[in-house]
């Protein structure tokens, strides 16, 4: 039983891409068929993320608009042979995206994969509202800063309106996933809660994902996270986050970076 | 000296006001006399207060209509419209035709017989009903029982708003009567949008942008800082909107 997720989150800069490409990487690594499906036409990122900017041939568009088939445009990642992508075009825009492509791609993607993560472009518009249509679920993409949350809320509010189920009457699974959490800034106050990011979005978590300079490394070496460097603190946020997704109870914990004697001496100056 | 007079630019506005509709019903000497039964028991009840005649039931001739006026007039009863009849049969010297009238609820009628439906404004349809007031009950509150986001509009005009979670900011929540929020209010919440001044807002933890009843708003940017974060409710004095702590 295949399952579309969409990834969004109303803001642009959040995470949604890095996201979707450490929870595809981590769901694959757990042994699931996934397709990860950028739906950001004319500002591709996840090619990127994934290292696989110099394989593209086809795109999203392409399937849309039936020119090519399905197969023709799915990237299989190198590292992870469940894993693959279906990139976007870069020069084309979203007007390019019609109702009933998107709609046969999604369903000829259902018969294929576990797992089906669209990377939702930002804003409330077309593409994003293209990108959510025919998800099962959902993961928000959060910042612990005001704006960020506020997206979240519209973003969430769209979810229970504009998407295929919620048409049906029935509900899309929603889930926060918060990302570039700082425990030290938040304790100071200079940053949201968790509790105060719960407490206003009001759906259930599932993962925190610490500030850390491996997430910037790891896009820059286009790999995700989870397989850049497996052991950093936000890979492990990303794999528990992964496990939730797949619906095993994994204690909420914000991972912190383990840091050897002399870091804990030095502190800040070593890192 | 030799000023040229521009012509002053003239405003139209559009206004809506309440009006009762009076439906007589064939024999009009009956139904006036019914008429003034009702009058006899509650005095004073149409004095000074605008009328609109409701044709709908009846097939009053032009030379029908003119001495039927008259006879309201004399009962203090001014018809500043009628309802329910062809504009076409109706030319100067007759007030003017009016079409498009909804049901008001609100005020109920003091006294009610079965031919003087001294009600207030109805729709034609509904007046060709024998009992026009036995209209389906319009429910009075709504409940809303998931957080309103970021957004999203929740409108009802017909009565009180109660929101068992949130109103996020960016949210707008407008009643015509009471809101109650049993969650934290970050948005904006309007009650009394129709004009009631006897609205109130409730909520169980206040963030709001802004606040309004029956047309008074206040932003919460200069609420007391004792205030914020608490639960508290906000009502009109005059035209002054307070705030006050319910804890």
């Not at chain 1, 497996?230 to 619906?247: E, I, K, N, T, V």
């Not at chain 2, 009180?160 to 707008?172: F, H, K, N, P, T």
Request: net charge neutral; proline share 6%; aromatic share 4%.
């Amino acid at each position: 039983m295949a399952n579309v997720v969409v990834v969004t989150s109303g803001k642009g800069g959040v995470g949604k891409t890095t996201s979707t490409a450490a929870l595809g990487a981590a769901l694959a690594q757990a042994g699931e068929n996934v397709a990860v499906v950028d739906f950001d036409v004319g500002l591709r990122n996840l090619d990127l993320m994934l290292g696989a900017e110099r394989r593209v041939v086809f795109d999203l568009i392409n399937v849309v608009q039936g020119v090519v088939r399905l197969q023709q445009a799915l990237i299989r990642d190198k590292r992870i042979d469940t894993l693959w992508l279906l990139p976007a075009s870069q020069t084309r825009d979203k007007d390019a995206l019609t109702d009933e492509g998107v709609a046969r791609v999604i369903a000829d993607l259902r018969t294929r994969f576990d797992w089906i993560l669209c990377d939702s472009p930002a804003g409330i518009e077309r593409g994003a509202t293209l990108a959510m249509r025919h998800a099962d679920g959902a993961i928000v993409v959060t910042n612990p800063e005001v704006s960020s949350v506020r997206d979240s809320d519209r973003i969430i509010g769209l979810l229970d309106a504009k998407t295929e189920k919620a048409e049906r009457g029935e509900r899309i699974a929603k889930h926060i996933l918060i990302t570039r959490f700082d425990p030290a800034r938040a304790n100071r106050g200079e940053m949201l809660s968790i509790a105060d990011v719960m407490e206003i979005l009001s759906l259930p978590l599932l993962g925190i994902i610490p500030e850390s300079e491996e997430v910037l490394r790891a896009s820059n070496l286009g790999a995700p996270v989870v397989l850049s460097n497996p052991g950093s603190a936000p890979s492990r946020a990303y794999a528990d986050a992964a496990r939730r997704l797949m619906g095993e109870n994994v204690d909420m914990t914000v991972p912190s970076e383990k840091r050897g004697l002399f870091t804990k001496l030095f502190g800040r100056r070593a890192a | 000296m030799h000023s040229q007079v521009r012509p002053r630019p003239v405003h139209f506005r559009g206004r809506s006001y309440l009006a009762f509709a009076l439906a007589p019903e064939p024999p009009v000497t009956d139904w006036l006399a019914d008429l003034d039964a009702a009058i006899q028991r509650s005095a004073g009840f149409f004095a000074g207060r605008p009328a609109v005649l409701d044709l709908a039931n009846t097939a009053l001739s032009r030379a029908d209509i003119v001495p039927l006026i008259k006879e309201l007039e004399t009962r203090d009863i001014r018809i500043m419209g009628i309802e329910g009849a062809d504009p076409a049969d109706f030319g100067p010297g007759l007030p003017p035709v009016l079409t498009n009238g909804r049901p008001a609820s609100g005020r109920e009628m003091v006294h009610e017989t079965s031919q003087a439906k001294a009600s207030e404004a109805k729709t034609p349809d509904a007046k060709a009903k024998p009992q026009p007031q036995a209209t389906e009950p319009q429910p009075a509150s709504l409940l809303v029982e998931n957080p309103v986001r970021s957004g999203q509009t929740i409108y009802f005009p017909n009565g009180d708003v109660v929101v068992l979670g949130s109103v996020g900011s960016g949210a707008e929540v407008v009643a015509g009567g009471s809101i109650h929020i049993y969650g934290s209010l970050r948005g904006r919440a309007m009650a009394g949008a129709n004009g009631n001044a006897q609205a109130r807002i409730f909520c169980r933890r206040i963030e709001a942008e802004l606040l309004a009843i029956s047309g008074y708003y206040r932003t919460v940017d200069d609420l007391e800082v004792d205030l914020r974060h608490r639960p508290v409710q906000a009502w009109l004095e005059g035209d002054v909107m307070l705030i006050a702590a319910l804890d």
